[in-house]
């Protein structure tokens, strides 16, 4: 983690410094390289630094599990639009799929860590015109959630490591983002905390999915103070 925290801050230094540099030389095309260069390296480390302080706070205790009634649909849509400028820089489609009417029990801010590790994660392993779905299944008194996309997927061999801080493994993404697996550790930490399951099918070149399960609980007269 350390390591992966220094990394955007080494680019962020070096990129900075070298487009001072250009501007002074009113060289446009190496300067918006630059600027690019920081634009990302930024990102990584804002999203790095929200897993780690989630992380560091469910480890320390003081995040607590607080499960409400949630229409997932609406959860789901919300994600959807905090990263949709990351995909449409992408011409990723990002398509819910989830039924309007699905109504469970579960932790908000638990759940919304989840999904943004998950769909930014899609959109970094997925070609520019892919498209990422986000659909979900209910059977007796489980939700099956899965977020499938078509992107370079995930070799066989490396999928182990996926859920695991000992066994890192991290690669680039089909724009070169950086990526590491401390946000699939937060999800399989955060669904187990919903007494949930969360495990991937992939194989390389032919895309992703990420399936997870929450508790189902049919709900009566559950119109008020759903989210």
């Known amino acids: 983690i350390g390591h992966d925290l220094k990394n955007p801050f080494a680019v962020l230094i070096n990129s900075s410094e070298l487009l001072s540099k250009y501007l002074e030389k009113n060289d446009i095309p190496k300067s918006k390289a ?13 999203e790095l630094l929200e897993n780690l302080l989630a992380w560091a706070k469910s480890q320390s205790g003081g995040m607590k599990f607080e499960p409400q ?12 639009a905090e990263v949709e400028g990351q995909a449409s820089l992408k011409n990723i489609l990002i398509i819910n799929e989830i039924p309007d009417d699905l109504i469970l029990v579960a932790d908000e801010n638990l759940l919304s860590v989840v999904f943004r590790n998950l769909i930014n994660n899609a959109i970094k392993f997925t070609h520019n015109g892919g498209t990422i779905s986000i659909n979900a299944k209910t059977d007796n008194d489980i939700v099956e959630v899965a977020v499938i996309d078509t992107g370079i997927g995930i070799p066989k061999e490396h999928q182990y490591k996926l859920f ?9 993404g089909t724009a070169h983002e950086p990526s590491t697996s401390l946000g699939l550790v937060l999800c399989k930490e ?38």
């Open 190 to 227: 955060f669904i187990e905390k919903h007494k949930g399951k969360i495990w991937v099918k992939s194989d390389s070149d032919k895309g992703s999915e990420f399936r997870f399960t929450l508790p189902y609980i049919q709900l009566k007269n559950n119109s008020s103070g759903i989210s």
């Open 69 to 80: 009634i949630l229409n997932l649909k609406n959860k789901v849509d919300k994600i959807i």
């Open 34 to 46: 630059k600027a690019e260069m920081i634009w990302n390296a930024s990102k990584r480390g804002y």
């Open 164 to 172: 695991r801080l000992d066994a890192n493994f991290s690669r680039e």
